[in-house]
């Protein structure tokens, strides 16, 4: 039999969808969770999509797949996701041509001139007003010709819920779970300016990397857990290990 030692209850900071299905993975394991999204995502439906010349399309993010797929019919171009859970989207939402780069934007690039040839065409990538990494900086000095258009932005939360500011003060949070360095960061300024930076102190972090642990720094975590690797399925392993067998 597995149990948790004591009652664990997280905070999960990731976009409202996503947090949906975090979430229930987390009830799966006798996790309670509050969500308290750091970014809110709104498509840019005045966007026009120009898929002319494209070999493939790049997508960086659930949230980029969603925002292509509310902005046009098209599933015919071959998919090339960052990971695991973005690819899945991707398949969710049509697209029957996905190839999974297993985590991060260097994967990314590595599996794009694998299998791309630059004289084959525009790679496009659907993407936020905000970018980590520089993918198609990476690409360019391959020789790949990045067609990047914004077709989503993502809004930073400002404030924290009176019932996510009370959870916290009373202690009825134990750990916080961070995606991005975006979030943690957001996340950690919210905190401090609204006077629970002593409160955070008490719960420890899961992050998704070391940047993003990087991220979450100016506050003193009780404890700081960084994934293996940079996926949903890594993190969630990382939180594994902290059940008891019985």
């Given at each position: 039999m597995i149990a948790w030692e004591g009652a664990i209850r997280a905070l999960v900071t990731r976009p409202q969808?996503?947090?949906?299905?975090?979430?229930?993975?987390?009830v799966h394991r006798g996790v309670s969770a509050f969500i308290s999204?750091?970014?809110?995502?709104?498509v840019l439906t005045d966007i026009g999509i120009n898929l002319s010349g494209v070999q493939v399309i790049l997508f960086t993010s659930s949230n980029g797949v969603r925002a292509f797929a509310a902005l046009t019919s098209r599933r015919d171009i071959p998919v090339f996701a960052v990971g695991d859970r973005t690819a899945?989207?991707?398949?969710?939402?049509?697209?029957?041509?996905?190839?999974?780069?297993?985590g991060d934007v260097e994967k990314l690039v590595v599996l794009v001139a694998q299998c791309c040839n630059p004289n084959g065409g525009v790679l496009f990538h659907p993407a936020g007003s905000a970018v980590a990494g520089d993918l198609s900086g990476r690409l360019e000095r391959c020789g790949f010709v990045v067609r990047r258009a914004v077709i989503y932005e993502a809004h930073q939360a400002t404030d924290f819920s009176s019932e996510i500011r009370k959870a916290l003060l009373d202690g009825k949070v134990d750990l916080v779970m961070f995606f991005s360095p975006r979030t943690a960061k957001i996340f950690v300024e919210l905190a401090i300016s609204q006077g629970l930076g002593l409160a955070c102190t008490k719960l420890e972090a899961l992050c998704l990397s070391d940047a993003v642990a990087a991220a979450a720094g100016p506050i003193i975590w009780r404890r700081v857990m960084v994934?293996?690797?940079?996926?949903?399925?890594?993190?969630?392993?990382?939180?594994?290990?902290?059940?008891v067998v019985l």
């Amino acid at each position: 039999m597995i149990a948790w030692e004591g009652a664990i209850r997280a905070l999960v900071t990731r976009p409202q969808h996503d947090a949906k299905l975090l979430v229930e993975a987390l009830v799966h394991r006798g996790v309670s969770a509050f969500i308290s999204p750091m970014l809110h995502i709104t498509v840019l439906t005045d966007i026009g999509i120009n898929l002319s010349g494209v070999q493939v399309i790049l997508f960086t993010s659930s949230n980029g797949v969603r925002a292509f797929a509310a902005l046009t019919s098209r599933r015919d171009i071959p998919v090339f996701a960052v990971g695991d859970r973005t690819a899945a989207v991707a398949e969710e939402n049509g697209f029957p041509q996905v190839e999974s780069a297993g985590g991060d934007v260097e994967k990314l690039v590595v599996l794009v001139a694998q299998c791309c040839n630059p004289n084959g065409g525009v790679l496009f990538h659907p993407a936020g007003s905000a970018v980590a990494g520089d993918l198609s900086g990476r690409l360019e000095r391959c020789g790949f010709v990045v067609r990047r258009a914004v077709i989503y932005e993502a809004h930073q939360a400002t404030d924290f819920s009176s019932e996510i500011r009370k959870a916290l003060l009373d202690g009825k949070v134990d750990l916080v779970m961070f995606f991005s360095p975006r979030t943690a960061k957001i996340f950690v300024e919210l905190a401090i300016s609204q006077g629970l930076g002593l409160a955070c102190t008490k719960l420890e972090a899961l992050c998704l990397s070391d940047a993003v642990a990087a991220a979450a720094g100016p506050i003193i975590w009780r404890r700081v857990m960084v994934a293996p690797n940079p996926t949903q399925d890594s993190l969630l392993a990382t939180l594994d290990n902290r059940l008891v067998v019985l």
